[in-house]
């Protein structure tokens, strides 16, 4: 008994030191601590991921906040901040400071690793036939791949750009599949994707299901909110090959859910972002800003794959010097699973 009573005043202090600090201190925008606990406290009261990514966020303010005083610069403030979201690893989790390089909490985005291996101008310039349809950015890509009745449609965001679908359709409906090319798709709104996915599937299909804090408490969320895509206009059942790759993010993410549920779809290439949920920005009291995720996220297995990636039914990925000597591997073998007499030398 002795051992509770000297135990339990000690867990009600530390409870406070972390939740209750930022009554007690000053805040303007230039005191580095009242800065740190703006941003943990932000994270703490909307981040929905936690439990999904393994991490203790009072541990970290545990491990964080005894290197920041009031003396810290803002160099130093910055570089403890973005250490703090680095073990979140999350795509969808940034801070941006003016002439500062924006700060990626997940690795991968934050090191550029593998980005060498998608370039659309590749895919341009020696796989489609003359006569493909883009924009000037481009948002999107679309046409024949040459010596194959294969129609390609490239997508670098979620937005608008989806409604080409509906002319990419139209034009190469007749083909014997199609590629649905998500790589280094930056994301966006996904709700444009699953409005023009009618054609593609014969029956109400249920994609995933989502809950978005409404609250600074643990347990302060919406009630589940369920997605589905249902049929619309003349059905096309045609063999289609989904690919995406480590920055596959966001909506760009939650597009290829909606194929994974199609029984004709392979996912072709590399584990996706695993950064499912909605962003939000945020701003610090000094100007800084930075963004995180408020959402929770179940795919229609009753999984959520946040943090851990889209797994492709296929896995590959293309190598550096093939993508520089105008090689895009990966778009080969999924024209062979099209078209399976095709030889890939």
């Known amino acids: 008994m002795r051992i509770r009573s000297a135990i339990i005043p000690i867990l009600v202090i530390s409870t406070c030191g972390i939740s209750c600090e930022r009554a007690f201190l000053d805040e303007p925008a230039t005191d580095p601590v009242a800065l740190f606990v703006e941003l943990w406290s932000t994270f703490e009261e909307q981040y929905a991921p936690f439990e999904e990514r393994g991490v203790d966020w009072g541990e970290q303010y545990r491990t964080f906040r005894p290197l920041v005083s009031p003396s810290t610069s803002e160099d130093e403030l910055f570089d403890i901040m973005g250490r703090m979201l680095a073990v ?21 985005r934050r090191e550029q690793i593998e980005d ?16 493909y349809e883009s924009d000037e950015m481009p948002s999107y890509l679309y046409g024949k791949i040459r010596n ?12 608008e750009n989806l409604y080409q679908m509906n002319r990419f359709l139209e034009a190469y409906g007749d083909m014997d599949g199609f590629i649905m090319d998500f790589r280094h798709n930056q994301g966006g709104d996904f709700t444009y994707c699953y409005s ?6 014969d029956r109400e299909r249920y994609v995933f299901k989502s809950k978005t804090k409404n609250g600074p408490g643990v347990d302060d969320y919406t009630d589940w909110m369920e997605w589905y895509i249902t049929p619309e206009g003349s059905y096309i059942g045609k063999t289609i090959v989904v690919l995406a790759d480590r920055y596959t993010i966001s909506a760009g993410e939650r597009s290829v859910m909606a194929f994974m549920i199609l029984p004709n779809v392979t996912l072709l290439g590399d584990t996706t972002s695993g950064a499912h949920g909605t962003m939000i920005g945020r701003e610090l009291a ?3 800003f930075f963004s995180l995720v408020p959402q929770k996220v179940v795919l229609f297995a009753g999984n959520s794959y946040e943090g851990i990636c889209l797994i492709p039914d296929l896995y590959f990925k293309n190598e550096p010097d093939e993508v520089a000597s105008g090689i895009d591997s990966t778009l080969l073998t999924a024209v062979s699973l099209i078209s399976p007499g095709l030889d890939r030398k």
């Open 148 to 159: 194959h009745d294969i129609g390609y449609i490239f997508f670098d965001h979620v937005g």
């Open 196 to 201: 023009v996915m009618g054609r593609l599937t």
């Open 286 to 288: 000094n100007g800084w």
């Open 116 to 131: 060498e291996l998608f370039n659309l101008e590749v895919i341009r310039e020696n796989y489609l036939e003359p006569g």
């Open 88 to 108: 979140l690893n999350d795509g969808h989790v940034s801070l941006t400071a003016p002439g500062r390089e924006i700060f990626f909490s997940n690795y991968i």
